[in-house]
């Protein structure tokens, strides 16, 4: 190491006095004698000694010496004067001159002084760099105890610590075993630029002397170690410092910070380097520690996905492939190979391997008998680890080769009573498998054992069971068999869901180990252990006429399970010989609970039907005591109360009774192939929804897969659902109800735009018994959503809710379709309407044998239907009795509205429409009934003007318009003219339309195709009809929402678009080229023949 030269600075008339005889290779002096220069050459150049002439400065000496001082702290400033005055000199010091010289001094005491201002200045700078880089080390220790995995410390050390020591480079070498791991780098070091190798050290190699001493050895020049092995990543080392890494209890490897010719490192820093050692080595433990948790963390997820997987298999193939798949995962495993064999003598087996190379070789070593070598060094804990011998003859050298390991580790697989399988792994590159790897390979291991077990015991009982071990897995009860032998032979699944006790623990084992594994699941152990044996005891001894079981009761660690066990001899019928005995297990906390619910139920049930109940008798009472003195608004006030209290107690008692299956006798579901779109229209059409079917907005795709539901059930979910959301969204406020396709499921999704649920309350949304105490929804006793989510579960399917509060609550139901099903088209947007009491228009009607005979002749009909709709006209009421009097089918109805909604889902013989409505204006009502239907249309008024009357009959298509003064014969007999002019229309309006492969009867409202029928719902048949009849002339989309779905739907063309695609399906051979409905694209729809 070659030292640098001394840099000075002198200022002096006469330099060379001071200069003489100075080594000039030990100093590089520069000497001026202009004192302005002074200042300017101390901010260009570091010099290590400034010399100061008196005589150049005179009398500002002292403030040169100050301000150089102040900007050059560690700079030493000697002074020469013959100035011998102490007050002078005394000056000079307190402004930080460092020594006093004067020309009188001998040569060499003159450079003795210089010697020792510069060997002080050595010490100062050693001593501010060490406190620079003590400071320096406390910021880097903190970053380092931030890592969280060691390759990363590692990294960050190295990078760090060359940053900031001004290091060539650094090593980290970790002992482990007969190798060591290097990690070697420089600045700018990372993870993924760390040079790390392995290598098998000399035994003088330098770390390696390190380690085994544990001292500190310094190197001027580490290259002209003989044993040391050059790192690629530092070429050019020379200077080195080789530290130990020690925990309290050994020492785990060595730190190495190098210096190259142009970065020397300095002896002074060894302390420095020692103390940074030390951190590393907490930081080092930190890391490992966290590793080590994740390891763990990361370990119990793979196995619990392991039990997981496992518990669904059933063939030994299967377990094999999962187990490897599992094994492989582990990032420290490079190959693996599994076997099992397939019977209990070993003579067939399953390998599986990723290279079918191994397999091969393992089933030669099988063939040859050669197996057994692998399980001569087996462990008591069940685990060997092979390496490869230096023999030529080791039989098992194919397979390390194959496996890429030098030493393999083997882990036997073992069921209940015999060695099953096993399997062996081999580590990546040359390192060796830690403990937390083996222990979770061993985990696997047991897994795979256990699953087969479960596969061999399932096997037993279906051979020997059959239809005894179906009533036994299905029965609530925990069943254990202990044979004449005392040993257990059978135990059924709900045992171990009972007690928690593995089958492979105690099958064909002594009843004792049952018994006692049974006793420690209890809170007191001993005592029910001796209550056990008491009751085996006295079921031994009992004789077959007595009867009496031996039950105990026992309490279980959990505190809110007990259990019941019933003990029983078991005697052959044939020939009276003793067999063994059973233990019965019952769960008596789930009788609790049956019952406490049964209860719960009954109470809720009294409490909340007496409101409803009292509610509905005083409105009976009221009215039947005011009836005389009510007006006709009045007693329609009264009788919708009383109308809305019958179904608030009938939802309650649904609710009841659905509550009551599904708690306490358990539901069965009548599952049929459906479309859930006609379950949407059946729903939608219920009355319930009368007043808000515009606020329900239907979307939907074109197709969508077939489900198998209880339609009635799934029907109950969706009145639920929809009752929720429009009473927790503002009047008016739009409902969004989506049908979507998810592969596997299809899912309802219904969207409000209410206040939302809070996210502390959302859990509770399908809790029975709860509700907010705000909420308007017709459920009392909070059962509506518990009920739809319970029935969506029993279907195989998922609730669930999403809120954001002031936006609105999500509702979606996810039903599962039904495999290899069809496709299905969705829906008409506005559902047909259907009432019970008059005959449906689209009511399927059973075809004829031949649907194109002819000769069909003309017949009359008798008018069967009348809409009334009723406001407040006496002339109303007295024409409705009148026609009730004669026999024809009335239908009373109180709203225009709801009228108007009804008219063309009903068939109809005459509308009379009261002038006089409380919720509409009648001439609206009429000319919106007219573009919906043809049906006579008669209105009446107590009073009415002559102009009313007019535009009643020219503008909005009243058929006829009668007032009073009329007599009543003179009301009949106008009325009559009417009805008889009905009765002579002809059935057959139209002649059937006969396409060759399409026939459309419009009189019969049937359509066959090739001389099949056809179901289509009613807004398929009026499309079909409006299209049919106005063959080859192009409809736009609004003309046909008007005239199949009314006025007010002609912007809602998507209604459209979903009926015409289902239509075509079932009437187009192939609805990719459509034959009779053609689209006009952006104009409309147009039927022509093909």
């Given amino acids: 190491m070659i030292a640098q030269p001394i840099a000075m600075l002198v200022v002096s008339g006469n330099g060379s006095n001071v200069i003489e005889g100075l080594n000039p290779e030990a100093y590089n002096i520069s000497v001026i004698d202009d004192p302005g220069k002074a200042m300017e050459m101390l901010r260009d150049s570091e010099y290590d000694l400034v010399v100061l002439d008196d005589l150049v400065f005179g009398s500002d000496v002292v403030g040169v010496v100050r301000e150089i001082r102040r900007r050059f702290p560690l700079t030493p400033v000697l002074v020469m004067s013959e100035n011998k005055d102490s007050g002078y000199q005394t000056d000079l010091m307190e402004a930080g001159a460092t020594d006093f010289l004067s020309e009188d001094l001998y040569r060499e005491e003159l ?639 219904v969207q409000d735009q209410g206040v939302g649920i809070p996210a502390e309350r959302l859990d509770q949304l399908f809790d029975p018994f709860d509700r907010p105490e705000d909420s308007e929804i017709n459920d009392p006793m909070g059962l509506g959503m518990y009920i739809s989510r319970e029935l969506v579960q029993r279907h195989g399917g998922r609730m669930w809710a999403e809120s954001v509060l002031n936006k609105g609550t999500t509702i979606t139901i996810a039903l599962p379709t039904t495999q290899g099903s069809g496709i299905v088209a969705p829906p008409p947007a506005r559902p047909e309407v259907v009432r019970s009491e008059p005959q449906a228009v689209a009511a399927a009607v059973s075809p004829r044998p031949d649907p194109r005979q002819t000769g069909i002749s003309v017949q009359k009909r008798q008018p069967k239907a009348i809409m009334v709709v009723q406001g407040s006209s006496n002339l109303v009421k007295f024409l409705y009795n009148k026609l009730d009097e004669q026999g024809y089918e009335m239908l009373l109805y109180r709203s225009g509205e709801e009228a108007l909604s009804d008219v063309k889902a009903i068939r109809l013989d005459m509308i009379v429409l009261d002038v006089n409505l409380a919720d509409a204006n009648s001439l609206d009502i009429c000319e919106r009934m007219r573009k919906r239907t043809e049906v006579p249309i008669v209105m009446l008024a107590d009073e009415a003007s002559e102009a009313e009357e007019v535009r009643a009959l020219k503008q909005f298509g009243a058929d006829a318009f009668i007032t009073r003064p009329i007599t009543e014969e003179q009301l009949m007999a106008r009325v009559d003219v009417i009805l008889k002019r009905v009765m002579d229309i002809p059935v057959r309006t139209r002649e059937p339309l006969d396409l060759g492969d399409l026939y459309i009867d419009f009189a019969r409202r049937e359509v066959f195709l090739n001389n099949k029928p056809i179901e289509l719902t009613r807004i398929e048949y009026d499309l079909l009809h409006t299209l049919a009849v106005n063959e080859n002339q192009v409809l736009t989309h609004k003309q046909l929402l008007e005239k199949v779905w009314g006025p007010e739907y002609q912007a809602e063309t998507q209604y459209l678009w979903v009926n015409v695609s289902r239509l075509r399906k079932k009437l187009e051979p192939s609805g990719d080229s459509p034959r009779y409905i053609q689209t006009q694209q952006g104009v409309g729809y147009v039927f022509r023949r093909p």
Wanted: glycine residues 6%.
């Fill in 111 to 749: 450079h003795r002084r210089i010697r020792l201002v510069l060997q002080q200045r050595r010490q100062n700078r050693a001593l501010a760099r060490r406190n620079h880089n003590l400071q320096t080390l406390t910021s880097l220790v903190r970053r380092l105890h931030t890592a969280t995995d060691v390759q990363t410390l590692i990294a960050e050390t190295i990078d760090l610590a060359c940053q900031t020591f001004g290091l060539y480079g650094m090593a980290i070498v970790i002992n482990d075993g007969e190798m060591l791991n290097i990690y070697a780098g420089r600045a700018g070091a990372s993870p993924d630029t760390l040079h790390t190798s392995s290598m098998r050290p000399h035994a003088y190699d330098p770390f390696k002397r390190v380690i085994q001493s544990n001292f500190v050895q310094t190197f001027g020049n580490i290259q002209s170690d003989s044993y040391y092995t050059m790192i690629p990543t530092l070429p050019k080392v020379e200077s080195a410092i080789v530290i130990p890494l020690a925990y309290p209890e050994y020492t785990y490897g060595a730190l190495a910070v190098f210096g190259n010719p142009g970065q020397p490192l300095n002896p002074d820093d060894l302390v420095i380097y020692e103390l940074f050692a030390a951190q590393f080595t907490t930081a080092m433990q930190n890391a490992q520690l966290y590793e080590e948790q994740e390891r763990r963390v990361q370990a119990s997820s793979h196995l619990l996905r392991a039990w997981q997987r496992f518990i669904t298999l059933n063939s030994a193939d299967d377990i094999a492939q999962n187990l490897r798949d599992l094994i492989e995962d582990i990032p420290s495993v490079s190959h693996c190979m599994v076997w099992l064999y397939e019977d209990e003598f070993g003579e067939n087996v399953i390998v599986n391997a990723q290279q079918a190379e191994v397999a091969d070789i393992f089933y030669d070593l099988h063939r040859k008998g050669l197996t057994g070598h692998l399980y001569e060094d087996l462990d008591d804990q069940l685990q060997v680890t092979l390496r490869l011998g230096r023999g030529q003859n080791n039989p098992l050298g194919p397979l390390f080769r194959a496996l890429h390991g030098q030493e393999l580790m083997l882990f036997p697989i073992t069921d209940s009573a015999r060695l099953a399988g096993g399997l062996i792994a081999s580590p990546v590159g040359n390192r060796q498998f830690g403990m937390e790897d083996a222990n979770l390979m061993k985990s696997l291991a047991h897994a795979a054992g256990q699953a087969l077990v479960r596969n061999v015991l399932t096997a037993v009982m279906g051979e020997k069971g059959g239809r005894l071990e179906a009533i036994l897995r299905s029965i609530y009860e925990g069943i254990f068999f202990v044979d004449h032998t005392g040993q257990v032979a059978f135990c059924n699944p709900q045992f171990t869901e009972l007690t928690s006790i593995s089958p492979s623990d105690v099958l064909n084992r002594e009843s004792g180990i049952l018994l006692d594994r049974l006793a420690h699941e209890s809170r007191d152990a001993d005592t029910v252990m001796a209550q056990l044996q008491d009751a085996i005891q006295s079921v031994l001894d009992n004789n077959n006429e007595n009867e009496n079981y031996t039950i105990l009761e026992i309490s279980l660690a959990d505190p809110e399970r007990e259990i019941h066990v019933e003990f029983s001899r078991i005697i052959s019928t044939l020939n009276n010989e003793y067999l063994g005995w059973i233990g019965i297990i019952r769960d008596n906390s789930r009788l609790k609970s049956m019952f406490t619910t049964q209860i719960s139920l009954l109470d809720l049930m009294s409490e909340q039907i007496r409101v409803p109940h009292a509610e509905l008798r005083g409105l009976v009472t009221a009215l039947l005591e005011n009836h005389s003195r009510f007006g006709n608004r009045e007693r329609a006030r009264f009788l919708r109360q009383i109308e809305k209290s019958v179904e608030n107690l009938g939802e309650l008692w649904e609710n009841f009774l659905d509550m009551y299956n599904l708690e306490v006798t358990g539901l069965v579901l009548d599952r049929e192939e459906t479309d859930l779109y006609e379950i949407v229209q059946r729903v939608l059409d219920d009355r319930l929804f009368a007043d808000n079917r515009r606020q329900i907005r239907v979307e939907s795709p074109a197709r969508l897969p077939v489900v198998k539901v209880d339609e009635v059930r799934i029907e109950r979910v969706m009145s639920n659902v929809l009752q929720n959301a429009l009473s927790y969204s503002p009047r008016g406020a739009a409902i969004n109800l989506k049908l979507e396709d998810h592969d596997t499921e299809v899912h309802i999704v």
